[in-house]
């Protein structure tokens, strides 16, 4: 306690003199979160592993358009502590069955005004979580207006960070979509390129303890927020989206009539494997709203655009990708953009009686916006009403499509999560599996709706093929999403490509494309490589991706680093699927544990003797020593 004590009043000369505080633990007591209300009525939290400050003393607050809770503020009462549990099943993710476990308080201060505010803090073995509430009742809307939440990082902290993109920048006006690179391993306090400042996750390390930030449970009323531009002395403080990140006449900050509740705020705090263990992203999310789930499939799709773009979406391409898909034992086919003016809905159905006498469905491209871009592929505008959303859904649900990619969101507003949303409710009411593209960070969406399968807001596949400097990046990028954007939501990279990519100097070996698969979980898992590149291939390669699983009962990290080298091992049934790729420019040796796996043996898929040649070998559980060449990787089957 004294070290803790010498920590809050020394941190960078801070004079804080604290009125009141509390302290809470996690469950297995090796965290610990300090809260404080200082003689000025300011709130603050600071973070503990074992026994020692991962954070500085950083702060609380949030400001109304009716009142402020920043300053000022007098403890009205605090609850006992609870314990908190819960158990839970996802349909897409690194874990099927879930369990949650936490210590709770809730602290109830007053504004000058004598307003309330309610602070619910939890403390799990992986991290605090934080959420603002306002009790009681109101005919009226109330705005939020800002925040004065925010992480006080010690100087010798270093951060894994991506920009956010400017609103309305980008390629017809699409951004901002979360899809730039993360920048590694730079000092804390590090300005982002861009006034959005840093998305979610957001990584960083100190000493022995990583900690990551992000946030969960949306529930429509609140916009969603990332990491200000400016981190003077360390303190990364929360910010809302631009003006322009919103639905035409949109609503862009937060607002609800009472009682409401901001998201939960996320301090991921432990060593590597606990961050990349963590279900906290999900843990806090609402539950699932959607009752009838018998149509959510999880499963693998062929798809036409990843490499042959525009011309594809034709009916013989689409045909052709079908029987492709039936040959790969893949239940569905995505057909992408323009569909409706190259094909049309006719043609269409036709594909959907084609498709199913093969045992393969169809999911369809849409465009959501309306006029806050300048984007004109179509189906465009189609989905904005509810009503209009419904008849088009319907008119899918009759014809047998299974799913929509929906592609093209402004940003993150209020007015856009209520918009993901309510697509969201009404696709599953027509029994429709969906797939955000163009689009923010899911967070924690797909637990409250299970029929989100996927979402994009990566630099995925797509840019590798658009430009050389992304292709040359593709090693250590793809090792940094494993880290970060895929950690709590499942992420449509869209990856592994076994040949040539047009125009385009691949950097990565095949054996490298083949664990793609296995380390990027997604519900519905967009595969790019094209039926002439897979004739091609060997047979244990075809049989493998032939028994690719659409959904993992349990996932463990195994060893990595961000942006260098991941290794992690997945089951589905009792099969287990051990993936690892390098980021690095040199070979790295590693030696694996994988004494708990209880099959006596397996098949694993090694890099041959050049970058487009496979080696298939026989392994045993137990420890293995392995080489992983620069842009490599392999993947075992057990």
Known sequence: MLNRLLYCCLFLCLPLQADWHTELASPDQQLAARVELDLQG???YQVFRHDEAVIGPSPLGISLDNGAFETGLELESVSQVQQVSDAYRMWTGKQKEIRYQANQVE?????????????TLRVSNDGLAYRYGFPGKSEDTRVVLSERSGIQFFPDTLAW????????????????SYEEDYEQAIAVGTSAPTESGWVYPALFRRGDSWILISETGMDGNYCGSNLAQHSENGLYKIRFPQPAEVMTDGQLLPQARLPFHSPWRLVLVGDLTTIMNSTL???????????????????????SWGLLKDDATVYPVQEAFIDYASEMDWPYVLVDADWDRKIGYQKIAELVRYAAAKNVALLLWYNSSGAWNQTVYSPKSRLLTREDRQAEFARLQSIGIKGVKIDFFPGDGQSVFRYYREILEDAAKFELMVNFHGTTLPRGMQRTFPNLMTAEAVKGFEMITFFQPVADREATHSVMLAFTRNLFDPMDFTPMVLGDIPNIERRTSNAFQLALPVLFYSGIQHLVTTPEQMQVVPGYVKDYLRKLPGQWDESRFLQGYPGKFVVIARRSGAAWYVAGISGEDKPRQLKLDLSFIEKTDGMAIFDGDSPREFRQAGILPGKQEITLPPGGGFVMIF
């Open 281 to 303: 992203g999900t843990d806090l999310a609402d539950p699932s709203a959607v009752s009838d789930t018998g149509f959510i499939q999880p499963g693998i799709a062929a798809w």
């Open 107 to 119: 602290l109830t201060v007053q504004n000058s005004a004598g307003q309330s505010m309610v602070l």
């Open 42 to 44: 300011q709130l603050s």
């Open 161 to 176: 960070l991506q920009p956010k993109a400017e609103a309305q920048s980008g390629w017809m006006n699409t951004n901002p």
